[in-house]
């Protein structure tokens, strides 16, 4: 297998996936004739066509707003949001329609519509170019959500979700995009959507992450004394409570990490679920490293902001000695 990075695997995945179906198209602002601002479109329209690659102007809710109409007309749409903060003007589309047509027409209507985006920090942008809300979104009911944080996953989740019947949001992390490089499956790869990956094997304590996140684990995991679990959930909507629920069964322990806000973050549900159905299993408190409920700071700041393996290595030393 090749080695790509995460966002060559990102190109990867949608050459292949546009050569399978003549009804995916992507569309987004600078996707086409720039190939998108982190180059992950880049070839599509000189191999598909300006017609199924969309160069469209700068209005988020006027994207996703014109993929409900393609994707009722048949079509598979794959809209990229140029950075995560600039998806918030179309959450009005994403609430009111995007996730209640199959509901809305009792299941008659599929909805195949897949929203890209890079999410998160690491890379020292403006403002308003860093944020984590995956939360939004797992809380909308009838929309999937999955996070990567390896270029082999990148490539099969997206996979996954411009095939699924349902709309699905796919994050980037974008610290990630170009480093580190793995291993990518030539050719057509698909990742089940709703089913987690064990990153490492441990025995004393769980390490629960998601995208860039799950890379400051396996760091924090190196700096621990005990022998540490790092759980990679992959998809946050569907759940895969199984995979989640027997590391913790194996361990006792528990550490949930996010780079988003703590109050009402998507740590808090997985703490929730730990905690409903593990019990009897735990050997000491659940413990979450988050960022801050403050706006995403400034790139001279965002070091003291994102969590680092110290905290979480931290964390888990509390949970280890409790």
Known sequence: MAEKTLVDAVNDALHVEMERDATIM??????????????????LRDRFGADRCVDTPLAEA?????????????WRPVCEMQYESFSYPCLDQLITHVGRYRWRTGGA???PLTIRMPTGGGVRAPELHEDS????YVHTPGVKVAIPSTPADAKGLLAAAIRDPDPVVVMEPKVLYRSPRGEVPEGEHVVPLGRARIARE??????VAYGAMVHTCLEAAELLDASAEVVDIRTLKPLDEETLLGSVAKTGRAVVVQEAPRVAGFGAELVAVIAEKAILDLQGPIVRVTGYDVPF?????????????????AAARKVLDY
């Open 109 to 111: 209507m599929e909805f």
């Open 62 to 74: 006027g994207i996703l707003g014109t993929a409900v109409g393609l994707a009722m007309a048949g």
């Open 202 to 207: 441990g025995a004393d304590v769980t390490l």
């Open 133 to 136: 809300p995956e939360a939004y």
């Open 26 to 43: 992507v569309m987004g602002e600078d996707v086409g004739r720039a190939g998108g601002v982190f180059r992950a479109t880049a070839g």
């Open 297 to 313: 700071p400034y790139w001279s700041l965002e070091h003291e902001y994102v969590p680092t393996s110290e905290r979480v290595a």
